[in-house]
């Protein structure tokens, strides 16, 4: 595959990583979601709610895969590979051991796949677009610190990809990365629950945004992931979401496409967690 410049439309340019649920399961516990939950996931659902999912992606883009490994069940979460603008990548430094084993493959991917992988501290986590995430109506990227990337995550991505950076402090540990309690969308929305963040974290959003392209969510909402949304050309694929929350989305111009991920949920993850976009920089543009 090559992620080279297209001519084609921007909806037509977008291409996403996933890998299959093959070695999937809930087998240690490293996120509130996961406590009780270990052996309990059901694999044939997993298999159908994953491919679900990436037959409603592929309604919009296209998916490319990365083999999966049997002993790490939770590589299936592509956003956490690395963080990708433009050809540079910076491959994720897991904070867990249990997803150290990970960052191989995926530094192997990126390698054969042409891109530019930049250089990152061995001592700093970071776990890739699970916690950076690009605004998608000013040149802002999002960093999400605290459980997962380091404190200092923010002033070096800022270095490595020359873009403004706004860290974010996440404070409630079931919201541990920043894609599970905020969401960027095309035109310069952004979805996302205040309760995850600190007040400082608060202010800093809502200074950044313009109030009227903000869609604050409650906690029963946030509880079914639904920040973590694939946003594609309007269309907002997630797990699920209130009657309230897809009509003030609808209102705003986007589609919700509700597709259960429960056996992932029980993981801590669901829809983009399950996906890594990797031309990112070519659809903010396009906006
Ligand atoms: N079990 C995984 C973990 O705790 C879930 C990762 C979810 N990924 C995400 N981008 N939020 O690391």
């Known amino acids: ?144 610190y605290g459980f997962r990337s380091a404190r200092t995550t923010p002033s070096l991505l800022e270095k490595t990809f020359h873009r403004r950076t706004i860290g974010l402090q996440l404070v409630d540990p079931r919201f541990y990365h920043l894609d599970t309690c905020l969401c960027p969308l095309e035109g310069g929305y952004v979805m996302y629950f205040p309760g995850a963040f600190d007040a400082a974290g608060q202010r800093t959003i809502a200074d950044t945004v313009p109030a009227e392209k903000l869609i604050e969510v ?17 269309q907002v694929f997630m797990n699920g979401a209130s009657e309230a929350l897809q009509a003030r989305l609808r209102e705003a111009g986007f589609t919700p496409g509700i597709t259960p991920l429960s056996e992932f949920m029980k993981a801590g993850g669901s829809a983009k967690c399950l996906t890594l976009k990797l031309r990112e920089e070519l659809i903010f543009s396009a906006n």
């Open 1 to 144: 595959m090559s992620h080279q410049v297209s001519s084609q439309p921007a909806s037509s340019r977008q291409s996403i990583l996933m890998c299959a649920p093959d070695y999937f399961g809930i087998d240690y516990v490293i996120n509130p979601w996961m406590e009780g939950n270990c052996g309990k996931s059901d694999h044939a659902l997993a298999v159908e709610q994953w491919s679900g999912l990436k037959r409603a992606l592929e309604t919009q883009t296209d998916v490319v895969l990365i083999s999966p490994q049997p002993g790490l069940p939770d590589q299936v979460f592509t956003a956490n590979a690395g963080m990708v603008l433009e050809e540079k990548v910076v491959v994720s430094r897991f904070k867990a051991p249990e997803r150290q084993g990970e960052e191989p493959f995926f530094h192997d991917w990126f390698a054969q796949h042409d891109f530019d992988i930049a250089a990152w501290p061995a001592d700093v986590s970071f776990e890739g677009a699970g916690d950076a995430l690009l605004d998608r109506g000013q040149p802002v990227l999002w960093v999400g």
């Open 218 to 234: 409650d906690a029963s909402d946030a509880e079914q992931f639904c920040c973590n949304a694939v946003d594609l050309n309007r």
